[in-house]
């Protein structure tokens, strides 16, 4: 056990997105024998009692291009079948976020 137990969880790189009532978080992390994966987690508050409740994915590199083929085909067939706007947001210590953008692009 000890470090390399530590070490399978440890983060190279995460990145947060705040989009409303959700954020979600992009992190790379490192295997025992260092190879990068990464996991995306959508964390959302439950209102009836604040508890947050979080739902995860792990994406391994051999399956990086797969699944971002599949997405961008899922994004462009939402994209050409309805109107899309996206909410951007900046983060405020206030319960209502600030509107910023309306505007959405997507590339993969």
């Given at each position: 056990m000890g470090d390399f137990d530590n070490r399978e969880r440890e983060e190279v790189f995460s990145?947060?997105?705040r989009a409303?009532?959700?954020t979600y978080f992009f992190d790379v992390k490192a295997t025992r024998s260092n190879d990068y994966y990464i996991t995306v987690t959508e964390s959302k508050?439950?209102?009836?009692?604040?508890?947050?409740?979080?739902?995860?994915?792990?994406?391994?590199?051999?399956?990086?291009?797969k699944f971002a083929e599949?997405?961008?085909?899922?994004i462009d067939y939402i994209k050409s079948n309805q109107e899309v706007?996206?909410?951007r947001y900046e983060y405020s210590e206030t319960p209502e976020a600030v509107k910023v953008d309306d505007d959405f692009s997507f590339e993969i």
């Open positions: 990145k947060k997105v409303g009532k959700r508050k439950r209102l009836e009692d604040g508890v947050f409740i979080k739902h995860k994915i792990f994406l391994y590199k051999e399956d990086f291009e599949g997405l961008k085909d899922t706007i996206e909410k």
